[in-house]
C-alpha cells in the first residue's frame, strides 16, 4: 500500500500556550527536530509542521508556536489564534508558581473564545527534569489542577525528551474525543490508548 502525502493526511491545528519562559519552543522543538535546542529566539512566532503516528492513524500536526517577546506569553495571544486552533497544550514549569497559577485564567479565556465548555485541552506540567529542591510544583498539585480542569495532566522535559511524543498524542486524542465522527467503533474499548482523563509523570 503506497504511503499517504502529507496532503493526505488530516490535519490538526494545536496551540502551545503558557506563561513566558516555560519552554513551549523547547517542547515544539523536541518534537519537530528531534532534539534539544538550548539557544532559541523566544520573540520568534512560528507554525510546525509535524507527521506523527497517534494509535496507528498517520496525522499531520499543524502547532502554532506563541512567542514570548513584549506582551508575549498568555498576554500575548490574540482571539484569532485561539479561534484557529483544534486542540491546545496549556503548559507550565514545574518550577515556576507563577506560571501554573496564570494556567487557569488562560483556560476559562479558552472557554469564552472557543465558546465551549469543553474543548480539547492536555494540561502540561513541563521541565520535570528539574532537581527536587527546584520544583514550586508538585504533582499532586497538576493532577488536582487537571482535574478541575477537566483533562489530561502530563509531565514533560524537553532536555531530556520525556513525554514530549506522547503529550502532542494525546491532544490529538482529545480531539478525537470531542469529534466523535472521527473515533472507530471499538475506541471506547480499546485499553491500549490513555484514558479521557489520564496522569502521565
Same mark, same amino acid.
Given at each position: 500500500?503506497?504511503?499517504?502525502? !502529507?496532503?493526505?493526511l488530516r490535519e490538526y491545528k494545536l496551540l502551545v500556550a503558557g506563561e513566558i519562559s516555560v519552554g513551549k519552543? @523547547?517542547?515544539? /522543538?523536541?518534537?519537530? +527536530?528531534?532534539?534539544?535546542?538550548?539557544?532559541?529566539?523566544?520573540?520568534? *512566532?512560528?507554525?510546525? %509542521?509535524?507527521?506523527?503516528?497517534?494509535?496507528?492513524?498517520?496525522?499531520?500536526?499543524?502547532?502554532?508556536?506563541?512567542?514570548?517577546?513584549? @506582551?508575549? @506569553?498568555?498576554?500575548?495571544?490574540?482571539?484569532?489564534?485561539? /479561534?484557529?486552533? +483544534?486542540?491546545?497544550?496549556?503548559?507550565?514549569?514545574?518550577?515556576? =508558581?507563577?506560571?501554573?497559577?496564570?494556567?487557569?485564567?488562560?483556560?476559562?479565556?479558552?472557554? =469564552?473564545?472557543?465558546?465551549t465548555t469543553s474543548p480539547p485541552i492536555v494540561l502540561v506540567g513541563h521541565k520535570c527534569d528539574l532537581p527536587?529542591?527546584? =520544583? !514550586?510544583?508538585?504533582?499532586?498539585?497538576?493532577?488536582?489542577?487537571?482535574?478541575?480542569? @477537566? #483533562?489530561?495532566?502530563? +509531565?514533560t522535559s524537553a532536555k531530556e525528551g520525556i513525554n514530549v511524543e506522547e503529550a502532542f498524542s494525546q491532544i490529538?486524542?482529545?480531539?478525537?474525543? #470531542?469529534?466523535?465522527? *472521527? /473515533? *472507530? !467503533?471499538? !475506541?471506547?474499548?480499546?485499553?491500549?490508548? #490513555? #484514558?479521557? %482523563?489520564?496522569?502521565?509523570?
Amino acid at each position: 500500500m503506497p504511503k499517504k502525502d !502529507q496532503t493526505d493526511l488530516r490535519e490538526y491545528k494545536l496551540l502551545v500556550a503558557g506563561e513566558i519562559s516555560v519552554g513551549k519552543s @523547547g517542547l515544539t /522543538l523536541r518534537l519537530t +527536530e528531534g532534539r534539544f535546542i538550548e539557544l532559541w529566539d523566544p520573540v520568534i *512566532e512560528d507554525i510546525y %509542521r509535524k507527521k506523527c503516528v497517534v494509535d496507528k492513524k498517520d496525522v499531520l500536526l499543524s502547532i502554532y508556536d506563541s512567542p514570548d517577546g513584549d @506582551g508575549g @506569553g498568555i498576554l500575548g495571544l490574540t482571539d484569532r489564534e485561539i /479561534l484557529n486552533a +483544534e486542540g491546545f497544550l496549556l503548559v507550565f514549569s514545574v518550577g515556576s =508558581r507563577s506560571s501554573f497559577d496564570a494556567i487557569t485564567s488562560l483556560h476559562q479565556r479558552i472557554l =469564552r473564545v472557543k465558546d465551549t465548555t469543553s474543548p480539547p485541552i492536555v494540561l502540561v506540567g513541563h521541565k520535570c527534569d528539574l532537581p527536587a529542591d527546584n =520544583r !514550586q510544583i508538585s504533582t499532586d498539585e497538576g493532577v488536582t489542577l487537571a482535574r478541575q480542569l @477537566g #483533562c489530561p495532566y502530563i +509531565e514533560t522535559s524537553a532536555k531530556e525528551g520525556i513525554n514530549v511524543e506522547e503529550a502532542f498524542s494525546q491532544i490529538v486524542r482529545e480531539i478525537w474525543k #470531542c469529534n466523535k465522527e *472521527e /473515533l *472507530e !467503533q471499538d !475506541q471506547h474499548e480499546d485499553t491500549s490508548g #490513555c #484514558c479521557a %482523563r489520564c496522569i502521565i509523570i
